[in-house]
């Protein structure tokens, strides 16, 4: 049983997942404005090529990147504070 004051796991994740995908797409903009250009330094990892597993019948492709640039972390500390106001 949950307290009067717990709050949803899944409220925290969708509201992280918004201000990441939110501030990603303002630093993508903001990387043509040169005062705002700073917003979209950031670091890209994962899988380069795409790792395939041929079963002969069924053929899976696995593949992950990740992209964060400043403005996606910012997104990210603006939804914690706008969770724990919620």
Same mark, same amino acid.
């Given at each position: 049983?949950?307290?009067?004051?717990?709050?949803?796991?899944?409220?925290?994740?969708?509201?992280?997942?918004?201000?990441? +995908?939110?501030?990603?797409?303002?630093?993508?903009?903001?990387?043509? +404005?040169?005062?705002?250009?700073?917003?979209?330094?950031?670091?890209?990892?994962g899988?380069?090529?795409?790792? +395939?597993l041929?079963?002969?019948?069924? +053929?899976?492709?696995?593949?992950?990147?990740?992209n964060?640039?400043?403005?996606?972390?910012?997104?990210?500390?603006?939804?914690?504070?706008?969770?724990?106001?919620?």
């Amino acid at each position: 049983m949950r307290g009067a004051g717990s709050k949803n796991s899944w409220a925290l994740f969708l509201i992280l997942l918004t201000g990441i +995908v939110l501030g990603g797409f303002i630093g993508m903009l903001a990387a043509n +404005v040169p005062a705002l250009s700073w917003l979209s330094y950031g670091q890209a990892f994962g899988f380069k090529d795409p790792i +395939v597993l041929n079963l002969g019948i069924l +053929v899976l492709t696995f593949g992950l990147s990740i992209n964060i640039n400043i403005a996606s972390i910012i997104g990210m500390i603006i939804s914690i504070i706008i969770y724990r106001f919620l």
